[in-house]
């Protein structure tokens, strides 16, 4: 392989990128360019005209093609933000998303509403950890529990609460909902970004998501309500009175998932909406 500058590198992996449908062709080859140089972005701006080793565009032309073939850009740099902290991710775990930063923002505001003391959290499905972690990290006396089905899962959760320094503040435990929790672990908020994507739409979904996130943390493999259903039931024993049931929802599922809440258990059901206007997070506070 000849040697190249930066710019010249950059352009050519934008192309393929490009021929192979990858959103974002420019910004990924930046990203994986840095990350293959080991420097950030800025970095590649400044010295465009630096010629580039032969193995430096070896090592970098296996990351170009992982990303053509539709390997996520996260999977291949190993993490990702979320909520102002850098999580590690694998092919094991959902890639935290912005839209996720809600659950963590409305917790945030309702203990401070509401004025919780010490309040006792419970992440059900909690993946990379993000909304643990995160809350940890914002809530210095919360007592928090992430739980997940998962054991690959839960192991980079444990990584992600010790690389900030929080691993002594969660109690990861591997469950199927509530069922491995002990019958006296009572919540003042239950959170969770269930699987939610319903069988029938698996084939639509963009191919970094289907053919590469876990869907044992996407779906189902029903009508893609099936979570919630069980949440709704089981979290009605598990909250204390006044508590809080914080949920992310998929397109469009706003309406059947607020109907499916019992108005004998639950108040009217609130939803916030994500940055594209479409209601993202379900908020129901037990009577």
């Not at 993000?130 to 899962?153: K, M």
């Not at 435990?173 to 939610?196: G, M, Q, V």
């Amino acid at each position: 392989m000849p040697s190249a500058t930066i710019a010249e590198t950059l352009k050519q992996a934008s192309q393929q990128l490009r021929e192979a449908s990858v959103p974002n062709d420019v910004l990924d080859a930046q990203t994986l360019l840095a990350e293959a140089l080991g420097k950030d972005r800025t970095y590649l701006i400044v010295n465009f005209n630096e010629q580039l080793s032969e193995e430096l565009l070896a090592k970098f032309q296996r990351l170009i093609a992982r990303r053509a073939s539709g390997e996520p850009l996260q999977y291949i740099t190993g993490h990702q933000q979320f909520f102002g902290l850098e999580f590690e991710v694998t092919p094991d775990v959902l890639i935290p998303r912005p839209e996720t930063e809600l659950i963590v923002e409305e917790t945030i505001r309702l203990v401070e509403q509401d004025k919780f003391i010490a309040p006792i959290i419970i992440d059900v499905g909690t993946g990379s950890g993000c909304i643990a972690v995160a809350l940890a990290r914002e809530l210095e006396d919360a007592e928090i529990t992430a739980c997940d089905i998962s054991e690959s899962a839960l192991a980079v959760a444990r990584r992600n609460a010790a690389k900030h320094e929080l691993a002594g503040r969660i109690e990861f435990i591997k469950s199927d909902l509530f069922s491995a929790l002990p019958e006296t672990r009572f919540a003042d908020f239950i959170l969770s970004n269930p699987p939610y994507v319903a069988a029938h739409e698996l084939p639509t979904l963009q191919r970094e998501v289907r053919d590469w996130e876990p869907h044992i943390a996407l779906t189902d493999h029903g009508d893609g309500l099936s979570l919630y259903r069980r949440l709704l039931n089981e979290s009605a024993s598990r909250l204390k009175p006044g508590g809080y049931l914080i949920c992310e929802l998929g397109y469009g599922q706003s309406e059947t998932v607020s109907a499916i809440a019992d108005s004998q258990v639950w108040k009217d059901p609130h939803l916030l909406n994500d940055l594209q206007g479409i209601p993202r997070t379900l908020v129901l506070g037990k009577k």
